[in-house]
T-cell receptor, first 113, second 113 residues
Framework: GNSVTQMEGPVTLSEEAFLTINCTYT??????LFWYVQYPGEGLQLLLK?????DKGSNKGFEATYRKETTSFHLEKGSVQVSDSAVYFC????????????FGKGTLLTVNP | DADVTQTPRNRITKTGKRIMLECSQT?????MYWYRQDPGLGLRLIYY???????NKGEISDGYSVSRQAQAKFSLSLESAIPNQTALYFC????????????FGPGTRLTVL
């Protein structure tokens, strides 16, 4: 079956530090890959996505590249801000029905000024 | 106005009580989902519906039921609430498509005493 493994947190960084949150997956077929972000007290928002191998998703300074050979979709940002403090979820959609999102457990990021 | 709304946003109830969580959407999507979020476990799918006449169990449907009253409305019921159903509940929607991007409501925080 499908599964997503992401870096366990919490992750604490200083403002302007470099961020990497690792995500690897197991899936049948050719999954679409997502990063969702959950700010405190809010629902999940799509941060970025990639639908085929070697695609790079990007948004708000965050990037992730779909690496089929390593089954990975690591999230990166060159310079984090306090406002990036949130929980980040890696997710995939795959399979014949292609209806279901499989989520990782989430990584809490705290950015200090 | 939010595209996906959930009511109530917070609810405290007692063991054995029946409770209904409601979700409405203005995105015009056919597909709707209910998830629960528990700390350290990510999001898990409870039920999903592809249209008004199509309702399916997810990975953790025991103890829950749903009703799809209209394309825009999808309700989750706990017939007899128990404390381990204390969680954050999210509704989500999507349009049919190859990547299954989902759009989430703000969540309902349910506490069962």
């Amino acid at each position: 079956g499908n599964s997503v493994t992401q870096m366990e947190g919490p992750v604490t960084l200083s403002e302007e530090a470099f961020l990497t949150i690792n995500c690897t997956y197991t899936a049948t077929g050719y999954p679409s890959l997502f990063w969702y972000v959950q700010y405190p007290g809010e629902g999940l928002q799509l941060l970025l996505k990639a639908t085929k191998a070697d695609d790079k998703g990007s948004n708000k300074g965050f990037e992730a590249t779909y690496r089929k050979e390593t089954t990975s979709f690591h999230l990166e940002k060159g310079s984090v801000q306090v406002s990036d403090s949130a929980v980040y979820f890696c997710a995939l959609s795959s399979g014949g029905s292609n209806y279901k999102l499989t989520f990782g457990k989430g990584t809490l990021l705290t950015v200090n000024p | 106005d939010a595209d996906v709304t959930q009511t109530p946003r917070n609810r405290i109830t007692k063991t054995g009580k029946r409770i209904m969580l409601e979700c409405s959407q203005t995105k015009g999507h056919d597909r709707m989902y209910w998830y629960r979020q528990d700390p350290g476990l990510g999001l898990r799918l409870i039920y999903y519906s592809f249209d008004v006449k199509d309702i399916n169990k997810g990975e953790i449907s025991d103890g829950y039921s749903v009703s799809r009253q209209a394309q825009a409305k999808f309700s989750l019921s706990l017939e007899s609430a128990i404390p381990n159903q204390t969680a954050l509940y999210f509704c989500a929607t999507s349009a049919p498509g190859f990547d299954n991007e989902q759009f989430f409501g703000p969540g309902t925080r349910l506490t069962v005493l």
